[in-house]
């Protein structure tokens, strides 16, 4: 059985679709491109694919992630191209490894965001990102399924700051109107889950930061966290590091194996 990973992509308008519709249309897209999928047992076998911390509805992703187990061994590169080709644009699929590893699931300890505030000058943008670094805890709150839940929202922040509009990465969804203030925010995957939304209520609670429209929010990375630095690293680094070991040893194999040449 063959695993592969992939990195997939929500842009555009397709930023609004939920994640069981993304499943629907990736099932389908499976279908399309023939992949010999491996299935679970029981009475209503299904595809044997794992989603791993999928973005909230309406918010756009450079960096969502899924496995998949084969029952045949495919081309990681050509199998990359078929199914992107069976997705609708907006959802793409931009790169595919074989596993190589266990616990991906682990690898997602952080995520890099970008919140594209129209409306809000970037002075008192700063302002509020300050006050919200400045403390110690930001209580917010959210409605759950069991009703309203408080929690600290500034624990799981790693890095929060204003960056020039000209660098705006992903999230340029809203209207192209001035002011603007972009926001970078790295958090951490801690229970429960702080998202850009409570981050914005938390900017709001300690500096009365309220933008007129909704904000724009962009997943633009997804991965290991580098703690020296705060960035958040390419979890498919480790399947590549042993994918490319093996081919190390591979060749090392051939080469001892080969007959001694003589003169």
Same mark, same amino acid.
């Given at each position: 059985? $063959?695993?592969?990973?992939? +990195? ?9 679709? &939920?994640?069981? !519709?993304? $499943? ?12 010999p999928m491996a299935y ?6 299904? /595809?044997?694919?794992?989603y791993a911390n999928a ?32 997705? /609708? ?31 809000? $000058? ?19 709150? +959210? ?28 999230? &340029?969804?809203?209207? !192209?109107? $001035? ?21 914005? &209520? ?38 590549? !590091? ?16 080969? /007959?001694?040449?003589?003169?």
């Amino acid at each position: 059985m $063959q695993r592969i990973r992939m +990195r997939y992509t929500k842009r555009g308008r397709l930023r609004f679709t &939920s994640h069981r !519709d993304f $499943q629907r249309a990736f099932e389908r897209a499976l279908r399309r491109a023939g992949v010999p999928m491996a299935y679970s047992a029981g009475f209503t076998p299904h /595809p044997k694919v794992s989603y791993a911390n999928a973005a909230p509805t309406g918010t756009a992703s450079e960096a969502e992630y899924l496995e998949i187990a084969l029952t045949e061994r495919r081309d990681v590169e050509e199998l990359r191209a078929r199914l992107d080709a069976s997705l /609708p644009d907006g959802l793409d699929i931009v790169d595919m490894v074989e596993a190589r590893t266990t616990d991906f699931a682990e690898q997602l300890q952080a995520s890099q965001w970008e919140l594209r505030l129209d409306g809000v $000058q970037p002075l008192d943008a700063d302002r509020a990102v300050a006050a919200f670094l400045a403390a110690e805890a930001v209580e917010v709150q +959210r409605r759950t399924k069991k009703g309203l839940r408080a929690f600290d929202a500034r624990a799981a922040v790693v890095s929060l700051a204003t960056v020039p509009s000209g660098t705006a990465a992903g999230g &340029s969804h809203g209207p !192209d109107t $001035q002011p603007c203030a972009i926001l970078r925010l790295v958090v951490r995957h801690l229970t429960p889950a702080v998202r850009p939304d409570d981050v914005l &209520s938390g900017l709001r609670a300690k500096a009365d930061l309220a933008p007129p429209v909704p904000a724009a929010v962009t997943r633009l990375a997804q991965g290991p966290l580098d703690e020296e630095n705060g960035t958040v690293t390419d979890p498919f680094a480790p399947d590549r !590091d042993a994918a490319e070991a093996a081919l190390t040893r591979a060749a090392g194999q051939q080469a001892a194996a080969a /007959p001694g040449v003589t003169g």
